[in-house]
Each structure stands twice: as structure tokens, then as C-alpha cells.
């Protein structure tokens, strides 16, 4: 029988494992990602390979030891080295001796059904789809979910119960399988959370947008949970990217990526791989919008990135906004980021204070 294994992405795990089961395949659901994990990337990884394909890699090796024999993982084309990962991890397996099959989904293939097919086995169309919808729609109401995560962290009247809730919401969703009952989820989530915020306090905290490279934004490991840093340090957190986002991009749904370029076109105005193009046209708009700062995250070695971050200091010059670029690898320290992003805070909050946005008085935003 086939197992299927994927790669760790922040939440994604657990719409792809609806996904898979629902299709008939056995799932082996990685580990959660640890310094294990970490180390066997490192270990086995090109050295200049980005930090994602190193982790991507460990967690390959960690779900074939558990009996994983059918690797599924995305491809691409570009000036973003995504596009090879996929080949590069098959031939450092194979040399390791393992043995799997690898289903690499590049981004036109839901125009060929019998491609699909030869990939999948025997799967009915209709199978196919209801997979699919099963899949999207937990991906969606996860995503929902999270985006007031990141909105109330800083607002919560016990700490850490807003996060408490939020993995509560998560077993459960896992759990289920009928669109009804996900729905119903998520609604008795989103009260329970605006229950337990202090409203009041929304005009005395900052707004950090953060942008960068889909993997280091969504996977809590890589980024040191810099969204969690941020929330504690009352930091009200809003983004773009996510799970849902790109595949409303992937599957041409939605005109976000329209508005997008349109705020870049006067920094950048060709597509230069990856997310670096949503890295400025994203900092425009949260500038135009009254944002207090942008974060950039991205891997080291990251081309699309470091394209975006040399543009960068001009878009926060002109808008007006104030910009931190983290790039991360497998040396990266959580105590120097935290006094990075302690230091960031507090130049912001200095400069609430100086523009006449907030009186310091009184207020205590860490």
C-alpha cells in the first residue's frame, strides 16, 4: 500500500492529510519539526542550499524511517531555486538508500486530469474533488482562524490562552470531516477569542506587517516564532501570505495579486520569483493603510528576497514606513532576534510617540 508523506509548512499538514486520507492513501504525517529534524538537513543539505529545502529534507528522512514510501512535493519554475528542490532532495535520498516514489505537483497540473490520474491510481474524479474540497475548506477556516491569532495576541486578558485556543481549534478541526461541523468550528472559535481580548486596548498597540518568503512566514520553527515574540511584546501582527492565499493564486481565484503589483509598479515591476514582488507591493500598501512598521523574513541565500530587501530602504524612505530585514539559517540565534525585535518595537513605539499618534503616558506596550 502507498503512504504519502509532505513536507511541514506552519498548519498545512493538516488539510493535506484530509486530503490524502480522503483519497485512499495511508498518510505518514511527519514529525513536528525539531533540531532532529534540523540536523539531518544540515547534515545531508548542500551547504548554500536555502533553509527551507534543509528542513524539507529532514523531515523527508524523519517520514520514510516511519515507513512513508510515496514523497509528494511542489516544483516550480523561475528565478526562485524552489523549482529544484524537489530533484535535488530525490538524489541525496536515493544516494542515502531509500527507496520512494516521488510525486512532484508543478504548478500546471490541475489542467491535466490524466496526468492526475497516473499520479493518483484509481481515483474517481468525484473523489478527487470532494478531497479537494475538504482540504481547501480546512486550509481556509484555519487561515481565518489565525489571522485573528495574530490580531489579538497583544489584545488577550490571560496570557497565552489566546494560543491555547488556537491549538484547541486545531485538534478539533483535524478531527473532522463534514464542511457543517468545520463551519460551526470556527465560528464557536472566533467568539470564544474575541471573548477573551481587551478591545480597549487596540489604539495603544503597534501594527507590524510582515512579509517575505511563504516558508520562513508561515513555519513558527524557522521564523523562531517571531509572530508569537511579537504578540507578547503587545504587537499587533498582520499579513498577506498564507496557505489560502497562495492557493486562491495558484488556482487563479480572486484578484489579490492584481492589487499587489499595482502598489509595487512604482519599486519593481517584473516578477523576480518567489514572493519578492509581494514583499514590496505588500510594504506599499501597509504603509498607505497606517501600519507602524514592516518585518521582512526570508532564508539566507534567498535571490528573490535579497532583490526585494535592496529595494527596500527606498519604498521606506518614500512611504514612509520603517522596515527590519531578518534572514535566517540553520545558525540563526533566538536571543539575537529577540533583542532585534526588542529594539525594533521600541524605536516604533518612540516614533507613535514623536508623530503625536499616541500618548506616552501611561502606556505599557511590552
Known amino acids: 500500500m502507498k503512504k504519502i508523506t509532505f513536507p511541514q509548512m506552519g498548519d498545512m499538514k493538516i488539510g493535506l492529510k484530509a486530503l490524502f486520507a480522503e483519497l485512499g492513501f495511508e498518510v505518514v504525517v511527519p514529525p513536528k519539526i525539531s533540531k532532529k529534524t534540523l540536523d539531518l538537513g544540515v547534515k545531508y543539505g548542500p551547504e548554500f542550499a536555502c533553509l527551507p529545502l534543509k528542513i524539507n529534507l529532514g523531515n523527508f528522512i524523519e517520514a520514510l524511517e516511519k515507513g512513508a514510501n510515496v ?6 519554475c523561475g528565478p526562485c531555486r524552489f523549482g529544484y528542490y524537489a530533484e535535488v532532495q530525490r538524489a541525496i535520498l536515493e544516494d542515502l538508500g531509500y527507496c520512494f516514489e516521488m510525486i512532484v505537483l508543478e504548478p500546471n497540473l490541475l489542467r491535466d486530469y490524466q496526468h492526475i490520474k497516473k499520479i493518483l491510481g484509481n481515483v474517481s474524479l468525484k473523489r478527487l474533488y470532494n478531497g479537494l474540497k475538504l482540504a481547501l475548506y480546512k486550509i481556509y477556516m484555519i487561515d481565518n482562524i489565525y489571522k485573528l491569532v495574530l490580531a489579538t495576541r497583544a489584545l488577550e486578558k490571560k496570557k497565552g490562552e489566546i494560543d491555547s485556543l488556537y491549538s484547541s481549534f486545531l485538534k478539533k478541526i483535524d478531527q473532522v470531516s463534514s464542511l457543517k461541523k468545520i463551519k460551526a468550528l470556527k ?26 518568503e511563504i516558508y520562513l512566514v508561515l ?13 507578547e ?15 486562491s493564486h495558484f488556482l487563479h481565484l480572486g484578484n489579490e495579486m492584481r492589487q499587489i503589483k499595482k502598489a ?32 521582512q523574513l526570508a532564508p539566507f541565500t534567498c535571490m528573490p528576497e535579497i532583490i526585494s530587501q535592496t529595494i527596500l ?32 518595537v521600541d524605536l516604533l513605539m518612540r516614533k507613535k510617540i514623536y508623530d503625536g499618534k499616541l500618548l506616552e503616558k501611561g502606556i505599557n506596550y511590552a
Open 71 to 76: 514523497i509528494v512535493m511542489g516544483g516550480g
Open 264 to 295: 509595487a509598479e512604482d519599486y519593481l515591476d517584473s516578477f523576480v520569483g518567489g514572493h519578492g514582488l509581494d514583499s514590496i507591493g505588500n510594504t506599499v500598501r501597509y504603509a498607505r493603510v497606517g501600519y507602524d512598521g514592516v518585518i
Open 313 to 344: 530602504p527606498s519604498v521606506s524612505k518614500k512611504e514612509k514606513i520603517p522596515v527590519l530585514s531578518l534572514f535566517f539559517d540553520e545558525h540563526t540565534g533566538d536571543a539575537g532576534l529577540q533583542t532585534r525585535i526588542e529594539a525594533f
Open 219 to 231: 513555519e513558527p520553527f524557522v521564523n523562531l516564532n517571531i509572530e508569537e515574540k511579537l504578540g
Open 187 to 212: 465560528d464557536e472559535y472566533q467568539n470564544k477569542i474575541k471573548e477573551n481580548i481587551n478591545d480597549y486596548q487596540r489604539d495603544e498597540r503597534l501594527i507590524i506587517g510582515i512579509v517575505g
Open 233 to 247: 511584546l503587545g504587537v499587533i501582527v498582520k499579513r498577506d501570505i498564507y496557505m489560502s492565499s497562495w492557493l
